[in-house]
């Protein structure tokens, strides 16, 4: 009986040795990015149509890393004037949950990943006479990016999103398609 109590001691302090290792080769993480932002032309039907001008975006996520799959929850706020002389903003704001797949196998410097992600986006319509208002809709994700591996716990990285949303409908109009949002990023990352 005590051979194998000594067994399985063992297998467990094997277990919880390996799981650590694997931990801290990945682990938890976080991710701080922002860069510019390319919104939709916004197309209410009525003659209500805004071009916008290229704008920013600041997000920060929480993650995990297991092996080539990474889990996270990512807060954005995205940023867009209206162009040719119209007054006014969109500024939006995100919720999101990514599964990414990085590809670490490649090179061991240079990690491509992509991702997909769902979650909310509050868009806030402000400071036109004709458009007010604020409106939360279901946001779908999908992100492409690379990370250059500055040390064993640092990442820089480039990173594409595109963000789309469903239709909005503020101040007695709705928009007549969905509303997208193209982004590239700027990223450091720090592993745990």
Do not use: C, W
């Amino acid at each position: 009986m005590k051979l194998k109590s000594l067994v399985i001691a063992v297998a467990a302090a094997t277990a919880v040795v390996a799981s650590a290792n694997v931990f801290a080769a990945h682990g938890m993480y976080v991710r701080l990015g922002g860069g510019v932002n390319f919104a939709s032309k916004l197309d209410f039907g009525t003659g209500l149509q805004y071009d916008m001008k290229t704008g920013y975006n600041f997000t920060g996520s929480f993650g995990l890393n297991s092996g080539a799959l990474g889990y996270e929850a990512e807060l954005g706020y995205l940023h867009n004037k209206f162009k040719n002389g119209q007054s006014g903003s969109l500024g939006t704001t995100v919720a999101l949950v990514n599964v990414l797949y990085n590809f670490e196998d490649i090179n061991p410097t240079f990690i491509p990943y992509v991702g997909v992600g769902v979650g909310s986006a509050t868009a806030d319509f402000d400071g036109n006479a004709n458009i007010t208002g604020k409106e939360t809709k279901l946001a779908y994700q999908a992100l492409v990016g690379v990370n250059y591996k500055l040390n064993q716990q640092a990442l820089l990285g480039l990173s594409y999103n595109f963000i789309g949303t469903g239709k909005y409908n503020v101040a007695g109009a709705s928009k007549k398609d969905a509303a997208y949002n193209h982004g590239v990023n700027l990223n450091l990352v720090y592993n745990f």
